[in-house]
């Protein structure tokens, strides 16, 4: 079976500074992966996702995140922390069959501290 | 494009009651919907699986007489908490998958549920 560990209940950055967020996965297939946002009292929006093709993947917002195997890691990178980015983020796997599920990662609290 | 809907986006019901949350796809057709619970601070819990047409698959440890699912058409999931109690108050988000793309999951602005 699949699963994720984000590493980090909360992480706090400075406004400007690098974001990263991490995110290992267990799979014994290969698998998607995937990033979403979490604002408060509301869905989750999908940053990014992993699907096989480019090992570095470009979502919204300006952040994006590696694939790398050999980590079993994806982690979610933003140069420059802007204030309007402090939410919950979830890393999450799926398989590649269309029938599979998504299992999320307990999230991490991003703070951007002024 | 790629919407999903939630109504009611939050209800408040006494404790024995029936609530019935909708889930809609917009704009596309969505052979599979799932729902998941989320409690305060936490991940989202998968409950249970919806294909149009056919019965519910619910993760273990879901009561599937207590959260009952239908998934009548390819653009409408029903999740009906049936007899509330307290503890069934929760964040309940809905999601629906494209059936043209693999895996992609578009996610429905939840309903918060709180039963008194």
């Known amino acids: 079976a699949q699963s994720v560990t984000q590493l980090g209940s909360h992480v706090s950055v400075s406004e400007g500074a690098l974001v990263l967020l991490r995110c290992n996965y267990s799979?014994?297939?290969?698998?998607?992966l995937f990033w979403y946002v979490q604002y408060p009292n509301q869905g989750l929006q999908l940053l990014l996702k992993?699907?096989?093709?480019?090992?570095l993947v470009k979502g919204i917002n300006g952040f994006e995140a590696e694939f790398k195997k050999s980590e079993t890691s994806f982690h979610l990178t933003k140069p420059s922390a802007h204030m309007s980015d402090a939410a919950e983020y979830f890393c999450a796997v799926s398989l590649m069959n269309r029938d599979d599920k998504i299992i999320f990662g307990k999230g991490t609290r991003l703070h951007i501290l002024p | 494009g790629a919407v999903v809907s939630q109504h009611p986006s939050w209800v408040i019901c006494k404790s024995g009651t029936s609530v019935k949350i909708e889930c809609r796809s917009l704009?596309?057709?969505?052979?599979?919907m799932f729902w998941y619970r989320q409690f305060p601070k936490q991940s989202l819990m998968l409950m249970a699986t919806s294909n149009e047409g056919s019965k519910a698959t619910y993760e273990q440890g879901v009561e599937k007489d207590k959260f009952l699912i239908n998934h009548a058409s390819l653009t409408l999931s029903t999740l009906t908490v049936t007899s509330a109690h307290p503890e069934d108050s929760s964040f309940y988000i809905c999601?629906?998958?494209?059936?043209?793309?693999?895996?992609?999951?578009?996610f429905g602005p939840g309903t918060r549920l709180t039963v008194l």
């Open positions: 999601s629906a998958r494209d059936s043209r793309t693999y895996n992609e999951q578009f």
């Open positions: 704009d596309f057709q969505a052979t599979t």
């Open positions: 992993y699907t096989s093709a480019a090992t």
């Open positions: 799979s014994s297939v290969p698998p998607y």
